[in-house]
């Protein structure tokens, strides 16, 4: 499976860190966590936090954020609904761009 999400990604082009920016789709992210995330992503709290950091940060529309967030969430076994999921998203805080949670995070979760 993660073999044939990388042939996918062969079509980005060299610049490739221009396409990372959110338009280039929820359904991407949604391929990505499917397919090539270990499960402790989704089980382990800190990852968790981390994800939905990047998320929220990445993303200009706070809807279409957790609505990708709550996708996520939805894989861990611990998963305890939306509104809950909702109220923890809104208290992750945007911090200074050098100590900032991006779309980085979820690249490196992927790839390490």
Do not use: H
């Not at 929820?26 to 402790?40: N, P, W």
């Amino acid at each position: 499976m993660v073999k044939e999400f990388l042939l996918d990604m062969s079509a980005i082009s060299n610049d490739w860190l221009e396409q990372l920016r959110p338009e280039f789709s929820k359904a991407y992210y949604k391929k990505l966590f499917d397919k090539c995330y270990l499960s402790k992503r989704y089980e382990e709290y800190q990852y968790w936090v981390n994800i939905g950091m990047a998320i929220k940060n990445t993303f200009t529309d706070i809807n279409e954020a957790f609505e990708l967030f709550d996708y996520f969430s939805k894989k861990g076994s611990t998963y305890e609904g939306s509104t809950i999921t909702y109220n923890k998203f809104l208290s992750f805080n945007n911090v200074p761009n050098k100590a900032r949670i991006t779309i980085s995070t979820i690249y490196f979760f992927y790839l390490f």
